[in-house]
């Protein structure tokens, strides 16, 4: 179940260096997924997503690896900047519905 | 670039009483969603709509939630009889596709029950 007061892992990196912020998802039958990211007191902002049909998507900076063997979904941010300090959460969705069902959240620190 | 809106972005109440939240989807969707994200913990889905109705709802939309588009623009979330546990903030979204791909969400309104 849900806990209180979610903990927050947190990736602290050097400005300039590349981010790889890891999820993991439950639901083999999920076959879509998002990354999001959450500045303080703002809603969700879309970076990228990526269907089950594919392993890489590529945007501006940013890379979405899925690997459906483990389950497991990777946002990779090349050339981090300090604008990039968030709280970055996946989600996923499957074909039965239109629900996101988020993830816990990680918070990416990003020293100057 | 367009976006959602929602409005107020807080909302102070006292318990019991009813509170209605605003929305405005970006103008060509046709989706729209309302998830919850009570402090620190995750954001957690409670409605979609589409067509007037609702297409999908979780465990937590009760009968003291309900869901509207009183016009061509506005979706808006009422919630009868607040308690304190409806404390959060409030996302609005919306989408362009029925697989509810690209959901695109609003700054929030912050609840807080007294």
């Known amino acids: 179940g849900e806990s209180v007061g979610l903990h927050l892992p947190t990736l602290s990196v050097q400005e300039g260096d590349n981010s790889i912020i890891n999820c993991a998802y439950s639901?083999?039958?999920?076959?879509?997924f998002i990354w999001y990211k959450q500045e303080s007191g703002k809603g969700p902002q879309f970076i990228i997503d990526i269907r089950s049909n594919m392993d890489k998507r590529q945007g501006q900076r940013v890379t979405v690896l899925l690997n459906k063997t483990v389950k497991h979904l990777s946002l990779q941010i090349a050339a981090t900047q300090p604008g990039d300090s968030a709280v970055y959460f996946c989600?996923?969705?499957?074909?039965?519905?239109?629900?996101?069902?988020f993830g816990g959240g990680t918070r990416l620190m990003v020293k100057p | 670039e367009p976006e959602v809106t929602q409005t107020p972005s807080h909302q102070v109440t006292q318990m019991g009483q009813e509170v209605i939240l605003r929305c405005v989807p970006i103008s060509n969707h046709l989706y729209f969603y309302w998830y919850r994200q009570i402090l620190g913990q995750k954001v957690e889905f409670l409605v979609s709509?589409?067509?007037?109705?609702?297409?999908?709802k979780s465990e937590i939309f009760d009968d003291q939630f309900s869901v509207e588009r009183p016009d061509g623009s506005n979706f808006t979330l009422k919630i009868r009889s607040t308690k304190l546990e409806d404390s959060a903030m409030y996302f609005c979204?919306?989408?362009?596709?029925?697989?509810?791909?690209?959901?695109?969400f609003g700054p929030g309104t912050r609840l807080t029950v007294l």
């Open positions: 979204a919306s989408s362009v596709y029925r697989t509810g791909d690209e959901q695109f």
């Open positions: 639901n083999s039958a999920s076959d879509y």
């Open positions: 709509f589409y067509n007037n109705e609702i297409s999908e």
């Open positions: 989600a996923e969705k499957n074909n039965a519905g239109n629900m996101l069902t």
